[in-house]
């Protein structure tokens, strides 16, 4: 005899067979799981793909191009001395500048895109955070010499940060910081972006 709610293997038992019921609806769940995780690398790669087709653009100053990679409304937030602000100045032709983006590293969290690189000297650090939506970046957020650790709300692998009922009780891990070049002496601020 089965307690309620048990069930007993072997054809003695008189209950129903659940173990490959149970072993299909775990299939599914698996293949469900590393389908979204393919979208979600598909998702990055294409996001990535859009970020380094616009350096490559600013290189080579294709103004064209790099019309097509950005909105014309592009949101843009600039945290940094006002000197620094070298990617506008490039953008809206308002100044000639020497200042070159070269990326050290890009990352990609589904559709916001990282950059970090310094500057030949590595007396300057920048992080841009891109915005990537339908192929055409709409949004960048711009550090100069800041610190910057960035972390993801939401339902992640490793906790669901938005459905904690406390703020003091509220972690997320980061996902990404930036990796100032050794500066002897020189404080940087630090910043947190919440993607």
């Known amino acids: 005899m089965c307690k309620k709610g048990y069930y007993r293997r072997g054809p003695d038992s008189g209950s129903p067979q659940v173990l490959p019921v149970v072993a299909r609806v775990i299939n599914q769940l698996l293949m469900d799981k590393e389908l979204a995780l393919s979208q979600e690398i598909l998702e990055d790669s294409r996001t990535k793909g859009v970020v380094t087709a616009l350096y490559e653009a ?106 904690s009922s406390s703020i003091a009780s509220l972690h997320c891990p980061s996902v990404w910081e930036s990796s100032l070049p050794d500066r002897v002496g020189k404080s940087v601020p630090g910043l947190v972006l919440a993607i």
């Open 58 to 163: 600013l290189k080579s100053r294709d103004a064209e191009a790099i019309q097509k990679i950005l909105a014309p409304d592009l949101e843009w937030w600039f945290h940094g001395p006002p000197s620094h602000q070298f990617l506008m100045r490039l953008l809206t032709g308002e100044q000639e500048s020497d200042f070159r983006f070269v990326p050290h590293s890009i990352s990609a969290f589904g559709p916001t895109v990282l950059a970090e690189g310094f500057d030949q000297s590595r007396s300057i650090a920048w992080v841009h955070a891109w915005t990537v939506t339908d192929g055409i970046i709409t949004q960048v957020r711009e550090y100069f010499n800041t610190s910057l650790t960035v972390t993801r709300f939401g339902n992640t692998d490793q906790s669901d940060c938005s459905s």
